[in-house]
């Protein structure tokens, strides 16, 4: 039997029970203790937090992530590190009430209920749950990858009041465990799953006040159709701008769909754009697009999701355009070697 410590989060006095095996931020989000995080793998730093008292395993805890000299000053990823003692830590991101509502992590079992071809590559998976799951619009779940031991994530692209139907887009890597050798491969309707969530801080939740702009590239169109879904439902902002990048006409997905939705809310607009094949619509780059819709993004704010050179291009067009750093989300790609 695998030993517990207790972990103390500091500034919340909150002790949680932790396997010798599990990482604090797992236990924690399992306990309903939200703790700042977004990739879970080590790769983005969200989940730094102060080891104040007892020693912690980093086990492979990227240098780039986390540097020599902050394990000496006694950091660590909540989201990697697991106890050798009772620990008190310090997260070093915001983890106290930020309005947002958070719901704990769970293990879920599932039944594939939809698997489809809607763009080039790329799979719409929608599984029907055994028990309903409560999430953010912009959060993701991980798949547990059959055989493999392994999971990946997905962003869940259904509205959360669906708790119980999860809407994924999947892009195919070659040779990708979960795309290539699952999903693409041997999944079929009916198939039992295994996923776990919610993850993720990446959300639109609370009502603001200013006009939000969403970009997405490839299937990171599918958080912001999440998002999108809820924000017209529950009118979070006064307007909303989605701008979909993809390189040909076969690379864009769900496009009536948003067309419709257009058509319903005055309030919202939908640019779908090719960088490489010529159409009736926008052309070139998604992000030089945004940069010849708006003069001035001033008091807006930014939802990205996609691969991180997009995002980098979009956050610094938005910039360009003097929107403030602090209304720039973004969500980029998990860095998984074979996805
Ligand atoms: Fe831990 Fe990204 S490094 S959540």
Redesign the pocket.
Known sequence: MSEKYSVRIQGKNADIAVEENQSI?DAALRANEWLP???????????KLKVLCGEVDHHQSPEY?LTAEERADGLA????ATPRSNLTVEPLGNAGDDGVPHYPLRDYEGTVVVLEDIAANTRRLVVELDTPMAFNAGQYAELLVPEHGVARQYSMANPPTETRRLEFHVKLTVGGLSTDGWIFSSMVVGERISLRGPLGQFNLVNKQDEPAILIGGGTGLAPLKSIVQQALAEDLVPELFLYHGGRRREDLYDVEYFRELERRYLHFHYRPALSEEQWDGAMGLVTDVVIGDFSSCKGMSAYLCGPPAMVEAAVKALKRRRMAPRLIFREEFAITPAA
């Open positions: 931020l995080h977004s990739c879970t793998q080590g790769t983005c730093g969200t989940c992530t990823l909540g989201c990697i």
